[in-house]
Structure formats: structure tokens, C-alpha cells
């Protein structure tokens, strides 16, 4: 069955500092994988999206970059954290089609 | 640009049926109707979904009317545990998943 993982689960890091979240998927071959954030009392934002190794679409321009490293690992870097950063991040993959996505478990990161 | 609108929030009362509409008017032929929902401090879970006949499942329905412009999800027996966000997207073609604000459902005693 498939799984995805997403750590840590919270995060409290220092404004100017860096950031790195990791999210990997078990199960599945070349799945469509996406960086989800939701600030506080608001809806889901997307981030990124990956339909492959490498292939990164960013939706909307911020101080957060992602990686596609290998076919079931994304990861969500910063060099320097804002405080504007925090909220609650969410890693989701799908495949192709029109099949639902799951979403992990989220990490919620509080820049100070 | 998440393509749907929904209510901001909605109450039901405990084994009512909930209906949450969702309005699509800018669907394209092939682009499906997903329901998900997020309770408080989890990641969203999948509800249902549908492309042109109505829907259902051990959780829910789904009823798209026939020009495909708008659709209702249906809880037919409501739960305190239904008491979420509950968010309506269109499945665009490029396999990425656009969120609206979602519309919080209360359900009450």
C-alpha cells in the first residue's frame, strides 16, 4: 500500500535561518507530488508542484524553493526563513489521472 | 485562481443531512469535480469526486447538475466528527490541485 511521510511534524526556527522539509512517498512509481501552506485560519496555498525528477512548477513567487532529487522524494528549502514563512505545510502526492491525491501529516513551522 | 466558490461556513444539526454547494461555472469538458475535507490540524482527506453523473460512496454524494456549473456534496447523516473545512476543486489539467477557502461546516447537537 502506499504511504507518504512527512517530517518533522513541528518546527519552531529562528528568522534568517534555513529550512529544509521532507516528504517521501512509498508504493508508488512517478507520482505527481505537491508543497502545500495553509497560514493560520486560512485555506490550503499551492506552493509546488512535481510531475517528475527535476520538474518543479512554482505557483507563486516566495522565498521558498523545491527539489525533486529522486522519483518519490520532494523537499521544501529555504535559505532564510521570514517570519511571513510560518504556517502549516503540506506534502500530497497523486498519479496521473483522475485518481484522489493523499496528504501527509503536515509540519508546522513557527518562525520566530 | 481556484476556479470554484463555496459558502464560508455552514451548520448542520446532528443526523441531518448536510448539503454544501460549490459553483464551478468555468469547468472545461474534462476537468473532474474532487471533494476533500480538513479537520482541524490534519491534512485533507479525500472525499469523493466526479465528472458528469452523480456520485456516491460510503462517505458521501455528489450531485453535479447536468451543465456541469455547479455541484453539492451530501453528508446524509451528519456527525459531530463531520465538523470540518470541506473544499470543492477542479481538477485542471496540469495535475495540480487548486484549494479555495473551502466552506467550515459546524455540526451541532
Known amino acids: 500500500s502506499q504511504t507518504i511521510h512527512q517530517w518533522p511534524a513541528t518546527l519552531v526556527q529562528p528568522v534568517g535561518s534555513p529550512l529544509s522539509l521532507e516528504c517521501t512517498v512509498e508504493?508508488?512509481?512517478?507520482?505527481?507530488l505537491y508543497w502545500y501552506r495553509q497560514a493560520a485560519g486560512r485555506g490550503l496555498q499551492l506552493l509546488f508542484y512535481?510531475?517528475?525528477?527535476?520538474?518543479i512548477s512554482s505557483e507563486v513567487p516566495q522565498n521558498l524553493s523545491a527539489s525533486r532529487p529522486q522519483d518519490r522524494q520532494f523537499i521544501l528549502s529555504s535559505k532564510k526563513l521570514l517570519l511571513s514563512d510560518s504556517g502549516f505545510y503540506l506534502c500530497?502526492?497523486?498519479?496521473?489521472?483522475?485518481?484522489?491525491?493523499?496528504f501527509g501529516q503536515g509540519t508546522r513551522l513557527t518562525v520566530v | 485562481d481556484a476556479k470554484t466558490t463555496q459558502p464560508p461556513s455552514m451548520d448542520c444539526a446532528e443526523g441531518r443531512a448536510a448539503n454544501l454547494p460549490c459553483n464551478h461555472s468555468t469547468i472545461s469538458g474534462n476537468e473532474y469535480v474532487y471533494w476533500y475535507r480538513q479537520i482541524h490540524s490534519q491534512g485533507p482527506q479525500y472525499i469523493i469526486h466526479?465528472?458528469?453523473n452523480n456520485e456516491t460512496n460510503e462517505m458521501a454524494s455528489l450531485i453535479i447538475t447536468e451543465d456541469r456549473k455547479s455541484s453539492t456534496l451530501i453528508l446524509p447523516h451528519a456527525t459531530l466528527r463531520d465538523t470540518a473545512v470541506y473544499y470543492c476543486?477542479?481538477?485542471?489539467?496540469?495535475?495540480?490541485?487548486?484549494f479555495g477557502a473551502g466552506t467550515r461546516l459546524t455540526v451541532k447537537p
Open positions: 466526479g465528472l458528469k
Open positions: 500530497a502526492w497523486s498519479v496521473m489521472g483522475d485518481t484522489e491525491a493523499f
Open positions: 476543486i477542479v481538477r485542471v489539467a496540469r495535475n495540480d490541485m487548486r
Open positions: 508504493g508508488t512509481s512517478n507520482p505527481n
Open positions: 512535481s510531475v517528475g525528477i527535476g520538474q
